[in-house]
């Protein structure tokens, strides 16, 4: 991520902090509420292709036609709600990403829990979607220092092993116990091969902060898998993932629903008598 890509996280950050407000669960609530449980939907992402500037507080980002990511209702019984987001990668070349920016800014030190839940439709061995955090490790008064943090079941094994047609939870904070790793070498960690605690991690690079997105990665070699992840948790925010409903059709929502206009959408939801 280079400085101009740096500068518009932050100024996206700054504006959304200015409204003071955000959707959760249809109702307008205050960001600084202790906890809140926030409801996305296909009406609240932009998709775009990989590596493209962020434009909207969710993106959802794909690498080829073949990565796919969608709201869908199921499978089984999610955590929150009716729904999840799923993601697939057929190919190894294939990637999906569905990231958050209202979080840039925030210090790795005042970041008190990271968790999320998962349901592997298709897949093997240790293969599910995993977490990702796009840092700033020496922190924002010292140029460059660029890496993502990325959390992933199969190197925190005292969570359990990963498992088919199940809802599975992982702590990715744990007490500060979670290990993580980094896609470039920083104090205390080096490149893909250390798997280190968030702890240590925090401990070593004490200025740390969010740089871009924080949310859900699944690719680069996780041939043949389909993961939904929902109850995506990031300090006092709960992210619901769920299948649109009538109410979505408002403030434009029918257009990211491929409506012609609002009546359309509605109506798609409303049940015939």
Same mark, same amino acid.
């Given at each position: 991520?280079?400085m101009?890509?740096k500068?518009?996280?932050?100024?996206?950050h700054?504006?959304?902090?200015?409204?003071?407000?955000?959707?959760?669960?249809?109702?307008?609530?205050?960001p600084?509420?202790?906890?809140?449980?926030?409801?996305v939907?296909?009406?609240?992402?932009?998709?775009a +292709?990989?590596?493209?500037?962020?434009?909207?507080?969710?993106?959802?980002?794909?690498?080829? +036609?073949?990565?796919?990511? *969608?709201?869908? #209702?199921g499978?089984?019984?999610?955590?929150?709600?009716?729904? #999840?987001?799923?993601?697939?990668?057929?190919?190894?070349?294939?990637?999906?990403?569905?990231?958050?920016?209202?979080?840039?800014g925030?210090?790795?030190?005042d970041?008190?829990?990271?968790?999320?839940?998962?349901?592997?439709?298709?897949?093997?061995d240790?293969?599910?979607?995993?977490?990702?955090?796009?840092?700033?490790?020496?922190?924002? *008064?010292?140029?460059?220092?660029?890496?993502?943090?990325?959390f992933?079941?199969v190197?925190?094994?005292?969570?359990g092993a990963v498992?088919?047609?199940?809802?599975q939870?992982?702590?990715?904070?744990?007490?500060?116990?979670?290990?993580?790793?980094?896609?470039?070498?920083? +104090?205390?960690?080096?490149?893909?091969?250390?798997?280190?605690?968030?702890?240590?991690?925090?401990?070593?690079?004490?200025?740390a902060t969010?740089?871009?997105?924080? &949310?859900?990665?699944? &690719?680069?070699?996780?041939?043949?898998?389909?993961?939904?992840?929902?109850?995506?948790?990031f300090?006092?925010?709960?992210?619901?993932?769920?299948?649109?409903?009538?109410?979505?059709?408002?403030?434009?929502?029918?257009?990211?629903?491929?409506?012609?206009?609002?009546?359309?959408?509605?109506?798609?939801?409303?049940?015939?008598k």
């Amino acid at each position: 991520m280079d400085m101009t890509t740096k500068g518009f996280c932050m100024k996206l950050h700054l504006a959304a902090a200015a409204a003071l407000t955000m959707v959760a669960g249809g109702l307008l609530v205050s960001p600084a509420h202790a906890v809140t449980t926030e409801r996305v939907t296909e009406t609240n992402v932009t998709r775009a +292709p990989e590596n493209t500037p962020p434009s909207d507080h969710w993106m959802l980002y794909t690498r080829t +036609p073949a990565s796919t990511g *969608a709201f869908v #209702s199921g499978p089984a019984t999610p955590p929150i709600g009716g729904g #999840s987001f799923q993601m697939s990668t057929p190919g190894g070349g294939d990637k999906v990403q569905l990231f958050n920016y209202d979080h840039v800014g925030t210090k790795l030190s005042d970041v008190n829990a990271i968790a999320y839940d998962t349901y592997r439709t298709a897949g093997s061995d240790q293969q599910v979607a995993a977490l990702n955090l796009e840092v700033d490790f020496n922190g924002p *008064a010292v140029s460059g220092g660029f890496t993502t943090l990325v959390f992933e079941p199969v190197y925190n094994t005292s969570q359990g092993a990963v498992a088919s047609g199940m809802w599975q939870h992982w702590d990715a904070y744990n007490g500060g116990g979670a290990k993580w790793w980094s896609t470039k070498s920083i +104090p205390g960690v080096c490149a893909f091969d250390c798997f280190v605690s968030w702890s240590d991690i925090v401990a070593a690079n004490p200025d740390a902060t969010i740089l871009g997105g924080v &949310g859900l990665n699944q &690719g680069s070699g996780n041939v043949g898998l389909t993961t939904s992840v929902d109850a995506f948790t990031f300090n006092d925010t709960t992210y619901d993932f769920d299948v649109p409903g009538k109410d979505d059709c408002k403030n434009n929502g029918w257009m990211k629903l491929g409506f012609k206009n609002q009546g359309q959408c509605v109506a798609s939801f409303t049940p015939v008598k």
